[in-house]
Each structure stands twice: as structure tokens, then as C-alpha cells.
């Protein structure tokens, strides 16, 4: 959420200002999520993931962040040319902050407060 929320900020400052300065914050602020978030998965990969079975939930990964690239860039240049690339964008991130509360609202802990995994 927090990822979406800094690429909302970064895609609509220039409605405020002309100044580069806020960019360059901004993408800062939106990278440490995305690599936090890049190290949560591949640690809850590693953690679930027995050794016999690392190799293909790591390939299954790679997949499908491969297919959803495709299909967002897919999306990316109809949407664009139709809505414009600041709505596009926004919607963008309205996807990752909808994604983050997908994730919250779907998350149940156990009487210890830890996430439940199933292997």
C-alpha cells in the first residue's frame, strides 16, 4: 500500500510544481517498499518452499511476474493512448494500493499473532 501510495504522490507532483527534486524523493521513498516487498516474497518462497520444491515455486515466480509484465504493458499502451499516461499511471497505483489491502483483509493470524502458512 505504501508502494502505491508513493507512486500515486510521484505521478501527480508535477500537477503541483515543475521541480525535479520531488521526483528523485519520490522514487526513494517508492523503492524501499518494492524492495522490501521483492525480499518478503522470496524469503516466504525460501521459508514454505521445501528444498526439494524451491526450483519450480521460484520458476512459478518468475512466471508469473513475467506474464504479469506482459499483460501490463499490454494494458499500459492501450489505456495510455486512450486515457492518457497520468490516468494510466494513477491507476497504476490505485492497483497496488487495492493489491496491499487484498492482502490485509486476506491475511488471518493465529492466537500468537503469526501469519498462518499453509505448505
Known amino acids: 500500500m505504501v508502494f502505491g501510495l508513493a507512486d500515486l504522490a510521484l505521478f501527480t507532483y508535477p500537477l503541483l510544481t515543475s521541480q525535479v527534486w520531488p521526483a528523485m ?3 526513494a521513498l517508492a523503492g524501499f517498499p518494492a524492495a522490501a516487498s521483492m525480499a518478503g516474497l522470496t524469503t516466504f ?9 524451491a526450483g519450480m515455486v521460484f520458476g512459478l515466480i518468475v512466471t508469473a ?4 509484465s506482459l499483460i ?10 486512450r486515457m492518457g499516461i497520468i490516468p494510466t499511471l494513477c491507476l497504476h497505483a490505485g492497483g497496488l494500493m487495492l493489491a496491499g489491502l487484498l492482502v490485509v483483509a486476506g491475511s488471518r ?3 500468537d499473532g503469526a501469519p498462518r502458512v499453509r505448505p
Do not use: F, N, Y
Open 25 to 27: 524523493v519520490l522514487i
Open 72 to 81: 501490463g504493458t499490454s494494458l499500459a499502451g492501450v489505456l495510455g493512448g
Open 109 to 111: 493470524r493465529g492466537q
Open 65 to 68: 511476474q513475467a506474464g504479469t
Open 45 to 53: 518462497a525460501q521459508t514454505v518452499a521445501g528444498a526439494d520444491r
